[in-house]
C-alpha cells in the first residue's frame, strides 16, 4: 500500500516556505551544535528532526530567535535522551567530516595521528568545552553569533574559548602530543 505524505490543512504555504527557509539556514549548524553535544550524527540528526518538528507544531506565542528556540529544544531533547537511555556517546570518525581541514599531500599520514590525538582529547573535553570549539573552528562561528546561540556576553565566550583551548592543549601535551 502507497503512502501518501499529507500537509496539515491548518498550515498556509507561507508558513511552510518560512519553515522551510529556517531549516535551510540552520539544520547545518544546529547538527554540528548538536553532534558536538552528543558524538552521534545519528542522534544529532534525530535533534535536529525533532526540533523542526516542534517548531513546525509550535502554536503559542511568535518565536523571537529561531536559531535559539531549535538549539535550546534541541539541547533539551538531547539531554532527556541522554537521560532515558543513561549511556554515553562516543566520539566516532564521523568528526573528520565536520572539521574543515586543508592538507597538503605530504601531511595525510602525520594528520591521522593529529586527528587520532585530537579526537582523544576532544571526548575527555566537557560538553561545554566541545561545544564552543565546534562553533568557532569547525562552523567559523564569530563570539558574537555564538553569544546570541548560547544566552550570553561575547566576552563571556572568548573566555570560554580561552579556556577550551588550554584545557584541550594539556590534554595533548598528556598524551605526548606536541602542539603549538
Known sequence: M????????????????ELDEVYRENSRELWAIFYSQCSDPERAYDAV????LRL????GEQIRDPRAWLLRVGQNWLRDVARRKSSSCKLTPALDEIVNDRFVP??????????Q???HALQCLLEDDR???VMKYSLNWTSVKMARVMDC???AIDMRLSRARRRLAELLEEQGYDHE
Request: glycine share 0%; net charge negative; hydrophobic share 35%.
Open 2 to 17: 502507497e503512502q501518501q505524505q499529507t500537509v496539515d490543512a491548518s498550515v498556509s504555504a507561507e508558513e511552510l516556505e
Open 49 to 52: 528532526q525533532e526540533s523542526f
Open 56 to 59: 513546525h507544531a509550535h502554536r
Open 106 to 115: 605530504q601531511d595525510i599520514l602525520s594528520s591521522t595521528e593529529n586527528r
Open 117 to 119: 590525538a585530537i579526537r
Open 131 to 133: 561545544k564552543v570549539l
Open 153 to 155: 556576553s561575547a566576552a
